[in-house]
């Protein structure tokens, strides 16, 4: 079409009369008069946009593949995360487990001396009123707790009560300098005094200064007055080293104590006393002791060489 007057003119008209039809459609609508024909157009040119559209869908799907990337990237972080917490649920799963078989070796030490017992929580550590060997559990007055309180663990004597609080208490534990518990030597009986040095093995002072003491003896609290703040039979430790008498009244030995003071976790304070001192029954069965093997000595003898005897049982040759 050439650029005349009249042609600019009809350019005008069709500009006029298609923002008038996009204005009527806006107004109208799902009701637009225009929809009919909007549908005509998509029935016509839809083949079309189809192969347009096929045309253009390799950079499509390459857009598609960048942002699912990311997708994916947030998927792969999402998985981490979730392993993260999995491996975090069974490391608790584990220290579970631990405590677990820690409260079982409590509970049945506590039966078999017929102790009544409140377990508790370590939750602290540390100097406490003066005491370097101190911690402090999760059970208080509120609890039944008062001073004065054996505290003990599976393995044995773990300490006692000296502070009370509403819902936490300190126990002042066995290693500890200032701490003194009476001892009963394992089917002997004979009597000492048990004291605490920190990260060295307990000092005994046995009564007797003639007691016969051996190394692997082991000894329980020998208990209190009114069972404060000892009660009778808690496995204290073995005899690892016994110093010589030297004539003197009483006798020094040394213990290793079966409880380790650097990673309590689940204790128990005995609230309520036995009524008959358990004796040695709170101690574990010592291990069998192994079956010596006996050993056969075998001697080859060379051939051709008589017996030891001299005697010849064969036919001499004539």
Same mark, same amino acid.
């Given at each position: 079409m050439r650029d005349t007057r009249e042609s600019r003119l009809l350019l005008v008209l069709l500009i006029a009369i298609a923002f008038a /039809?996009? &204005?009527?459609?806006?107004?109208?609508? +799902?009701?637009?008069? %225009?929809?009919?024909?909007?549908?005509?157009?998509?029935?016509?040119?839809?083949?079309?946009?189809?192969?347009v559209s096929s045309a253009v869908d390799p950079i499509g799907n390459a857009i598609g593949a960048v942002r699912d990337s990311g997708d994916r990237h947030d998927r792969i972080a999402e998985l981490e995360r979730q392993n993260a917490a999995l491996k975090a649920k069974l490391g608790s799963d584990d220290r579970n487990r631990s405590r677990v078989r820690q409260l079982d070796s409590m509970l049945k030490s506590a039966g078999a001396g017929q102790y009544g017992i409140k377990g508790a929580e370590v939750i602290g550590i540390g100097a406490a009123q003066g005491f370097s060997w101190t911690v402090t559990i999760d059970a208080g007055a509120n609890d039944g707790l008062k001073r004065d309180m054996t505290v003990l663990?599976?393995?044995? /004597?773990?300490g006692r009560v000296t502070t009370v609080g509403p819902s936490t208490a300190? %126990? *002042? *534990?066995?290693? !500890? =300098? !200032?701490f003194t518990v009476g &001892? #009963?030597?394992?089917? $002997?009986?004979? *009597?000492?005094?048990?004291?605490?040095?920190?990260?060295?093995?307990?000092? %005994?002072?046995? *009564?007797?200064? @003639?007691?016969?003491?051996?190394?692997?003896? #082991?000894?329980?609290?020998?208990?209190?007055?009114?069972?404060?703040?000892?009660? =009778?039979?808690? =496995?204290?430790?073995?005899?690892?080293?016994?110093?010589?008498?030297?004539? !003197? /009244? $009483?006798?020094?030995?040394?213990?290793?104590?079966y409880v380790g003071f650097t990673k309590l976790d689940i204790v128990g304070v005995v609230v309520e006393a036995p009524r008959e001192d358990p004796r040695d029954?709170? /101690?574990?069965? @010592?291990?069998?002791?192994?079956?010596? $093997?006996? $050993?056969?000595t075998v001697t080859a003898t060379?051939?051709?060489?008589?017996?030891?005897?001299?005697? !010849?049982?064969?036919?001499? +040759?004539?």
């Open positions: /039809l996009i &204005t009527v459609d806006i107004r109208g609508g +799902e009701d637009s008069p %225009v929809d009919g024909a909007r549908q005509a157009a998509a029935t016509v040119f839809g083949p079309v946009e189809n192969g663990n599976g393995d044995g /004597l773990v300190t %126990v *002042l *534990l066995a290693n !500890d =300098p !200032d &001892t #009963r030597m394992e089917k $002997t009986d004979e *009597l000492g005094f048990a004291t605490g040095q920190g990260d060295r093995p307990l000092s %005994v002072q046995m *009564l007797n200064g @003639k007691a016969e003491v051996k190394k692997g003896d #082991r000894l329980v609290t020998f208990g209190s007055q009114r069972d404060k703040p000892f009660v =009778p039979g808690v =496995p204290v430790g073995e005899v690892v080293r016994v110093d010589p008498s030297g004539g !003197d /009244l $009483t006798r020094n030995i040394f213990i290793k104590p029954t709170v /101690l574990p069965k @010592k291990p069998a002791k192994p079956k010596p $093997t006996p $050993t056969v060379p051939s051709g060489q008589p017996p030891a005897d001299g005697v !010849d049982n064969g036919n001499d +040759e004539q």
